[in-house]
Structures are given as structure tokens and as C-alpha cells.
């Protein structure tokens, strides 16, 4: 199976001990699908400074094609974070560096290779929500993460080109959640799905409600845990799993990627 992670991709500087880690919605997808055996590919915009350099090169290392990024002059995307009992809390970023500078346009120019790929999934934080209608028409499936900061009434009009749609919510209540997903099925997406922390996962198929616990276990850091979920949920459906079991290998692989520091390690001193 061929993916691609389309869009963000920072450097995870934890205050509290100088290191920074590669991470970003779509770079982690590309990375945990190799990790699970899947030929994969990133699709991004690099800066040219030392943070770039060092994610690239763990890319190049792990296996995942950058082939087709941009390298761009000016700083690499970065998040500052802390750790507090195992779960990661995030302090600031500089919103993407580079990337809010550089247009995601470049990655239609060859129709013919996106279409190569089985799933292609990017995020809100990728700059490429005018891209989902071209994408939406790909042979392949195309997944999106609405992340925790989502506005509805914003994310419900992108439905209509997503086959799969994941909504951080564990600040909100189940019904509220339900509410949520309930809403993109009508809008158009194919299964919306939620997590919802230490409440597990929650996804809507139109007309059936399907829940999954997560696996418990005392997490070194919960960085990355959610994009876990999603790469491997995504690739067991996408080899023929049932929702069930899909959702049962997100969990499982979240819990393995909680027992890591960092997104997936390959820590940098920054």
C-alpha cells in the first residue's frame, strides 16, 4: 500500500529539556506508515535552517519520500511544548514558518502521481484546504484531521471531499461529539470519526455508532498518540479490516507511540 502525508510538519521543542523532535500531523502519518510497513511519501515545505535539515534527514533514514517537498528560505515550522505526568501541553508556535509563505499549489502539479497513492491525508494545520476539492477526485481515498481547535461551521463545508474525518474532542461531551459527527456525515464525510482522550474513539457510519477504548497504559509522553490512531485505523480499513477491528489497531499503535519521547523520537538538542 502507497500513502502520502500531505502538509505540516515542525520540530517539537520541549522546553523543559532543550531536545526538539520531528513531528506535524502529516510528517507523522508518513512516518508511523512506514512504521507499519506501508510504502509512504511526505509532501510538504521545508526551511533552510538546522531544524529542516535534521527532520529531513530522519525522513531519509525511516524510508519516506520527500522527493516532491519544496526547501524554502526561511525558518522551519516548530512548536514549543512541555510534558507534565506523561501528557504533552503545548505552549506556542511560530504557526508553520516558511509554510504560511509558501503555497500548497505545487503539490497538484502532477495529477498522475498523487493518483498512485491508496490514501493521501492532510490536516488543518497543512495550509491546503483549497487543494481538497482536486484531491477529493483521486482515485484514492483522502483523510483530514480537524484537530481539537476545529470551528464547525468551518469544517462542515470540507466535508464533502473527505472519505475520512477526525475531530479532536475530548474537551467535549458525548453528546456533543455525537452532535459533531452526526453533522459531517450529513455534510458529506464518508465516516467521521472523534477521539476523545482517555474516552476512547467514537465513529458514525450513517447509521450505526461504533466505540473503541484505549489500551491502558501509564504514557511516557502522549505525543503523536492521536496521529498514531489515525495511521493505523486509516491503513487497516484501507487493507479490508472491519470498523471494529480498525479501530481496535488505532488503539493499539496509540498506545505503543505513547511509550516514546517525542512524536516518534530522533530527538535534536535545538
Given at each position: 500500500?502507497?500513502?502520502?502525508?500531505?502538509?505540516?510538519?515542525?520540530?517539537?521543542?520541549?522546553?523543559?529539556?532543550?531536545?526538539?523532535?520531528?513531528?506535524?500531523?502529516?510528517?507523522?502519518?508518513?512516518?508511523?506508515?512506514?512504521?507499519?510497513?506501508?510504502?509512504?511519501?511526505?509532501?510538504?515545505?521545508?526551511?533552510?535552517?538546522?531544524?529542516?535539515?535534521?527532520?529531513?534527514?530522519?525522513?531519509?533514514?525511516?524510508?519516506?519520500?520527500?522527493?516532491?517537498?519544496?526547501?524554502?528560505?526561511?525558518?522551519?515550522?516548530?512548536?514549543?511544548?512541555?510534558?507534565?505526568?506523561?501528557?504533552?501541553?503545548?505552549?506556542?508556535s511560530?504557526?508553520?514558518?516558511?509554510?504560511?509563505?509558501?503555497?500548497?499549489?505545487?503539490?497538484?502539479?502532477?495529477?498522475?502521481?498523487?493518483?498512485q497513492?491508496?490514501?493521501?491525508?492532510?490536516?488543518?494545520?497543512?495550509?491546503?484546504d483549497?487543494?481538497?476539492?482536486?484531491?477529493?477526485?483521486?482515485?484514492?481515498?483522502?483523510?483530514?484531521?480537524?484537530?481539537?481547535?476545529?470551528?464547525?461551521?468551518?469544517?462542515?463545508?470540507?466535508?464533502?471531499?473527505?472519505?475520512?474525518?477526525?475531530?479532536?474532542?475530548?474537551d467535549?461531551?458525548?453528546?456533543?461529539?455525537?452532535?459533531?459527527?452526526?453533522?459531517?456525515r450529513?455534510?458529506?464525510?464518508?465516516?467521521?470519526?472523534a477521539?476523545?482522550?482517555?474516552?476512547?474513539?467514537?465513529?458514525?457510519?450513517?447509521?450505526?455508532?461504533?466505540?473503541?477504548?484505549?489500551?491502558?497504559?501509564?504514557?511516557?509522553?502522549?505525543?503523536g498518540?492521536?496521529?498514531?490512531?489515525?495511521t493505523?485505523?486509516?491503513?487497516?480499513?484501507a487493507?479490508?479490516?472491519?470498523?471494529?477491528?480498525?479501530?481496535?489497531?488505532?488503539?493499539?499503535?496509540?498506545?505503543r507511540i505513547?511509550?516514546?519521547?517525542?512524536?516518534?523520537g530522533?530527538?535534536?538538542?535545538?
Amino acid at each position: 500500500m502507497k500513502v502520502l502525508g500531505l502538509g505540516d510538519n515542525v520540530i517539537d521543542r520541549y522546553t523543559h529539556t532543550g531536545i526538539g523532535y520531528p513531528g506535524g500531523n502529516a510528517l507523522n502519518f508518513s512516518v508511523y506508515a512506514r512504521l507499519l510497513s506501508a510504502e509512504a511519501a511526505y509532501l510538504g515545505v521545508f526551511g533552510d535552517d538546522r531544524a529542516a535539515e535534521h527532520i529531513r534527514r530522519v525522513l531519509a533514514a525511516r524510508g519516506v519520500d520527500i522527493s516532491r517537498c519544496l526547501v524554502a528560505a526561511g525558518e522551519n515550522g516548530h512548536a514549543s511544548l512541555t510534558i507534565e505526568q506523561g501528557e504533552r501541553r503545548f505552549l506556542g508556535s511560530n504557526a508553520g514558518g516558511i509554510r504560511q509563505k509558501i503555497a500548497m499549489d505545487f503539490a497538484l502539479e502532477d495529477m498522475s502521481w498523487l493518483g498512485q497513492f491508496t490514501l493521501v491525508h492532510t490536516s488543518a494545520y497543512s495550509y491546503a484546504d483549497a487543494l481538497l476539492p482536486a484531491l477529493g477526485m483521486l482515485p484514492g481515498r483522502l483523510s483530514y484531521d480537524f484537530s481539537d481547535d476545529f470551528e464547525i461551521e468551518r469544517a462542515l463545508p470540507l466535508c464533502r471531499w473527505l472519505d475520512y474525518g477526525f475531530f479532536s474532542c475530548a474537551d467535549r461531551s458525548l453528546g456533543e461529539t455525537r452532535e459533531v459527527l452526526a453533522a459531517a456525515r450529513h455534510a458529506g464525510c464518508r465516516l467521521p470519526i472523534a477521539t476523545r482522550g482517555a474516552e476512547g474513539a467514537l465513529l458514525f457510519d450513517g447509521s450505526r455508532w461504533f466505540s473503541q477504548a484505549p489500551e491502558m497504559i501509564t504514557p511516557v509522553d502522549t505525543l503523536g498518540a492521536g496521529d498514531a490512531f489515525i495511521t493505523a485505523f486509516l491503513l487497516a480499513h484501507a487493507a479490508g479490516d472491519t470498523l471494529a477491528e480498525s479501530l481496535r489497531r488505532g488503539a493499539g499503535f496509540a498506545a505503543r507511540i505513547c511509550m516514546v519521547e517525542g512524536a516518534f523520537g530522533e530527538g535534536m538538542i535545538y
